[in-house]
């Protein structure tokens, strides 16, 4: 069974920064990707930053230029950093990785942290 988990997240005034840290049971370069997605109250859960595993990263538009998504080797720990946070980055924060398997209905399986609040006050 997969584990994924979160933590750094807590709280932080307007234009500070967090780094989200999500360590994985299984070594991260072996899933297909990997992601952080957010869910505000109220919202929707959206995909914040999602790296392959060969290297390819894509950002929601809202996060370009002030969040990174990045993976430390060594630690087997795939991390988000979070500068010049806004409070529209309010949310909780989740760690996801993807399987491609032919034998599982959608031809892919999900495994999903239980998430860490990310609250910007102003």
């Known amino acids: 069974q997969v584990q994924l988990v979160e933590s750094g997240g807590g709280l932080v005034q307007v234009g500070g920064s967090l780094r989200l840290s999500c360590a994985a049971s299984r070594n991260i370069f072996s899933f297909n990707d990997m992601g952080w997605y957010r869910q505000a109250p109220g919202k929707e859960r959206e995909l914040v930053a999602g790296i392959t595993r060969g290297g390819r990263i894509n950002y929601a538009d809202s996060v370009k230029a002030r969040f990174i998504i990045f993976r430390d080797i060594a630690k087997n720990v795939m991390f988000l950093q979070m500068n010049s946070l806004k409070p529209e980055d309010t949310g909780v924060y989740y760690c996801?990785?993807?399987?491609?398997?032919?034998?599982?209905?959608?031809?892919?399986?999900?495994?999903w942290g239980q998430g860490t609040q990310v609250t910007v006050s102003s």
């Open positions: 996801a990785a993807r399987d491609i398997d032919d034998q599982a209905e959608s031809g892919q399986v999900w495994y």
